[in-house]
């Protein structure tokens, strides 16, 4: 199952050409670009790890793109995504979210039923990924 | 916010069969920007050749691309090498912004570094660094000054050979997307060379930037005063001519930096006299002007009275 979170993300994955045009628009508006990877898709996973340190003061995305294909070569097998933190005042957040690289299987989700008092049901969801211990979920070594 | 970006790039021109050179080379306003150089930089005969070589093999490159008559893109890192104050940094900032004019930087910022900047204080600290600066240069150009630096030959522990095989990598991989230009002192930088054949092969443009002359010393002297709003009268100017071809044989000579120096104190000397004088009424004309007392006033002249 695709994993559908940030922008563009009910699209087809993006191209590099694409995603350093996104980056180039982020660097335009003066925002600093981040580069994050997890193996823990679930939606309300919100610690994802960051790769190297926020990168502030850039002009040319290719400087993204090269720390992007740093990361791929590491952690290729996992969910990569590009953020773009706007620190003027007023917004101090996070402005722009999407993944940019994603694991060639995605499990999918499974929804698990909890019946607690009376007839009532509680739902959860959980990825079948994380059965798995962390780094090896998604064929890792 | 504007659209985003998701449009595959503009479907491509068809090739061009002619070319007017004269339009192309007006509308890139690079003519302008060497002209500037003319205007603005005296001397450096050899420097402005070496720019104008680029350019025009830039602007042909531009045009091939246009013909379709794709090549590699073109190696444009360089080494500046010359004396102290010989003008390598400005032009550095002149050459990033006729690589920006012609396309071959996407940016054209220049981001100025030494080697602090670059290599770190412990293990692993080096790398992150260096490739920070990268990143900031990426789109534009890198200036390096005092490269030599970098490689310390006595000490084969230093990180500076870290930073260098990150910087060799780069310069190599992402030759369109960042230009560095290494200077330095001639004699230096030739060492550093030998140390680091690397450097010496993946840099095609070598500059030598000579000394200037004593005339050109005075034309760059007055074209600073004309800046900062200063002149000298007649005298203070046969004085100036004087202290040059006094200071030159001092050492420690370093060329515009030293006129630059030689200037500020002068200033000094003549905002000093001014306020010695407090009952006087100041035309703007005393203001603007420095006399050859100011000029003369310097210790160049008295060391060459007592030797």
Known sequence: MRVTQGCFSFLPDLTDEQISRQVQYCLSKGWAVNIEFTD????????????????FDLCDAAGVLMELNDCRKVYGDRYIRISAFDSSHGWESQRLSFIVNRPKEEPGFRLERNEVEGRSIRYTTKSYAVDRPEGVRYGGK | MNPPALSPAATEAPPIEKVDLRAEFNEVGIGEVLDQLDRELIGLKPVKTGIREIASLLLIERIRKRMNLTSDVPTLHMSFTGNPGTGKTTVALRIASILHKL????RGQVVSVTRDELVGQYIGHTAPKTKEILKKAMGGVLFIDEAYYLHRPDNERDYGQ???EILLQVMESQREDLVVILAGY??????????????????????????????ELLAIAELMLREMNYKFSADARQAFIRYISLRKTLPLFSNARSIRNALDRMRLRQANRLVADLDRV?????????????VLASRVFSKSAVT
């Open chain 2, 103 to 106: 396309g071959f930087v996407r």
């Open chain 2, 186 to 215: 001639g004699d230096r930088m030739d060492k550093f060379f030998a140390s680091n054949p690397g450097f010496r092969s993946r840099i095609a443009h070598h500059i030598d930037f000579p000394d200037y002359a004593d005339d």
């Open chain 1, 40 to 55: 823990d898709p679930h939606p309300r996973n919100s610690f994802w790890e960051m790769w190297g340190l926020p990168m």
């Open chain 2, 282 to 294: 100041l035309t703007a004309e005393d203001i603007v002007s420095l006399e050859a007392s100011d």
């Open chain 2, 162 to 164: 870290e930073a260098i």
